[in-house]
């Protein structure tokens, strides 16, 4: 669906993307995450055609891409992060849908238009001004915008920021449903707890280069080199946490704090029923045991911060 | 219909709805024609036993020394040969000019910083669909306002007893075409610029310079002003509007067909000139604000 191939943009001699091969597949939800000025904005302004890279190509739609490929334009759906403040103000909804029906050439445009404001809850506001709008409102007509043209890719830009839960949640919603029906996905977001919840891949941009990129499993696994095991007891003995130490070789660390006992243990290998049977041969019942799974957000910490040497390796060479 | 043709459509049918529904428009009109009306019935009271005497009427002897001082009385002679509408013509359809020209640049600049420019350019259009499709709207609705003020000549022509001639037909498709040559200066500022106060100081420098110019090559003032001007007017005519309306003016009074459509061909050159290099600044530059 995209395919970049060493894909370059400079601003004089600064380098604000620093050759990128993304490949995105047909049908998938790909989070694209990085912190401010880390290429992000660069990289899909060359997506969406505004801006030419400096060098490398862009493959959309299995076809070469540049910006004067309006027939490729015509396929992708923006959602940028902000709606422009200030201009077509005195617009209503329907109004402000039926231009963008005009320059996409909308088959049935009325139809479209009253279909997609039906299907998030803004049908009754079609004749309502836009200045009237809130935040999430706006955002829905947003998005109704970019599918009017019933594209195959989607782009959106912090879709969920400045909701509420309520309209986090009919995004996330809407969202998901334009997936399960076949349509591309492509997501750039600070928000990495709803991108966690959403994406099937992500890629991970730092000072132009791509970090990493591979599936929200996969690249969690990668970067977790100890799990931390949390078990919930009754009544701690002391001494009971040092002994587990010494007397079980997988425990790296221990700690006992309150009734909840916490080891740290290789990323590899399922060791609860060792434990669990240790603890009751010692007289205890362990009452929960729960894992401690890495977040994307404690990733993207690791991988911006820390792990940049390990991620630049080839996986497979491992 | 290609996707920049759609979209410069689509746009342009967007911005001309957005004249329509705002006062502004309207509102420079009626300017324009009550400015018409002035000089007309001024006109009518300056007519004495020898004919159009300027000094009769206060606005007309202001304007006849005033034209007289810069251009010479034989092109003020000239001018009102006619009648009062060569003059009118001109002078009232400047508030509509002005009107449409600084508020496109004005909005050109205002909604490339908010963003809006890039919204639009996100689909199946780019810059130049949406500032082909601004221009549209601009000559559409100068179209209009100089055929109002062409019927509203005629009427008063009828009213008032002064002929109507062919010539103020004429000087109605220089003003159009030199309308066209001053929006697509307007696109050109914008392109370059990336406020709107910077895109409309540019422009109405960039206006100025351009009058100032011509006022210049015709200039009977002495000494160093003179040759100052006169070397500035020669290298700047090329570029300017101006100096192909007032070709096509002057040879439109002195009834020579040839030199009208030099004047014509002229700004359709400078027209199609400055869009390309426009058409090539945006696509470098890009839209983004």
């Known amino acids: ?318 | 219909m290609n996707y920049r043709m759609n979209a410069t459509v689509a746009i342009g049918r967007h911005r001309l709805r957005e004249s329509l529904i705002h006062p502004g428009y309207y509102i420079s009109l009626t300017i324009s024609l009550l400015v018409g009306y002035a000089f007309v019935a001024a006109f009518v009271r300056s007519i004495d036993s020898s004919g159009f005497n300027y000094h009769a009427n206060p606005l007309y002897d202001f304007v006849g020394g005033v034209l007289s001082g810069a251009f010479g009385s034989t092109v003020l002679s000239r001018v009102f040969a006619d009648g009062p509408f060569l003059f009118a013509m001109n002078v009232s359809f400047l508030p509509v000019l002005l009107y449409l020209a600084m508020t496109s640049v004005y909005r050109f600049g205002t909604e490339k910083s908010s963003g809006a420019i890039e919204l639009l350019t996100y689909g199946p259009s780019d810059g130049t669909s949406y500032f082909l499709g601004s221009l549209a709207k601009d000559v559409l609705l100068s179209a209009a306002a100089l055929l109002a003020l062409f019927l509203f000549y005629c009427f008063a022509g009828i009213v008032d007893n002064i002929a109507v001639t062919p010539r103020l037909l004429e000087e109605v498709f220089l003003l159009f075409f030199s309308a066209i040559a001053i929006f697509a200066y307007g696109i050109l500022v914008s392109s370059v610029t990336d406020s709107a106060n910077s895109a409309l100081a540019l422009f109405l420098a960039g206006f100025v310079l351009l009058a100032v110019s011509l006022v210049g090559s015709y200039a009977i003032v002495g000494g160093y002003v003179r040759s100052l001007s006169a070397i500035a007017a020669w290298i700047v005519q090329w570029f300017s509007p101006f100096f192909y309306w007032s070709l096509g003016t002057r040879a439109a009074i002195a009834g020579e067909f040839g030199g009208f459509a030099l004047g014509i061909i002229g700004l359709i050159v400078l027209v199609v000139a400055v869009l390309t290099a426009s058409h090539f600044i945006i696509r470098s530059r890009g839209v983004r604000p």
């Not at chain 1, 540049?66 to 103000?89: A, S």
């Not at chain 1, 109004?95 to 009754?124: C, H, M, N, T």
């Not at chain 1, 240790?278 to 957000?297: C, F, N």
């Not at chain 1, 911006?304 to 996986?315: C, E, G, S, V």
Request: with cysteine; aromatic share 6%.
């Open chain 1, 1 to 318: 669906m995209i395919r970049t191939i060493d894909l370059h943009k400079s601003y004089g001699s600064f380098a604000a993307v620093a050759g990128i091969n993304l490949n995105i597949q047909s049908g998938e939800i790909y989070g694209f995450l990085g912190p401010n000025g880390a290429g992000k904005t660069s990289t899909i302004m060359m997506l969406l055609g505004v801006t030419r890279p400096t060098s490398g190509e862009i493959y959309l739609f299995d076809e070469r891409y540049t910006p004067e490929r309006l027939d490729l334009r015509r396929r992708i759906g923006v959602v940028p992060e902000k709606h422009p403040q200030g201009v077509w103000t005195w617009m209503t909804a329907i109004e402000y849908l039926r231009l963008f029906a005009d320059l996409f050439r909308v088959d049935k445009p009325e139809k479209r238009i009253s279909f997609l404001l039906e299907q998030v809850g803004l049908d009754g506001v079609r004749n309502k001004r836009m200045k009237e709008f809130s935040r999430g409102m706006m955002q829905k007509l947003s998005i109704i915008r970019a599918l009017l043209p019933d594209p195959d890719l989607l782009f959106l830009d912090e879709p969920i920021s400045g909701l509420d839960p309520l309209g986090i949640k009919q995004i996330r919603d809407l969202i998901l449903s334009e997936n399960r029906d076949g349509r591309t996905i492509f997501i750039s977001s600070h928000l990495l707890s709803e991108m966690e919840k959403l994406c099937q891949r992500v890629a991970i941009i730092y000072r132009g280069h791509l970090m990493a990129e591979d599936r929200m499993g996969a690249l969690l696994s990668r970067l977790t080199k100890d799990r931390e095991v949390t078990i919930e007891i009754e009544a701690i003995p002391e001494g009971l946490a040092e002994r587990l130490r010494e007397e079980l070789p997988f425990v790296l660390e221990s700690r006992a704090d309150g009734n909840i006992l916490s080891l740290k243990i290789p990323k590899e290998g399922d060791f609860r029923r060792t434990i669990s049977e240790y603890l009751i041969k010692h007289d205890q019942v362990p009452l929960r045991i729960q894992e401690k799974t890495l977040s994307l957000e404690d990733a993207f910490v690791t991988i911006t911060r820390d792990n940049i040497d390990m991620l630049t390796q080839d996986p497979a060479a491992k």
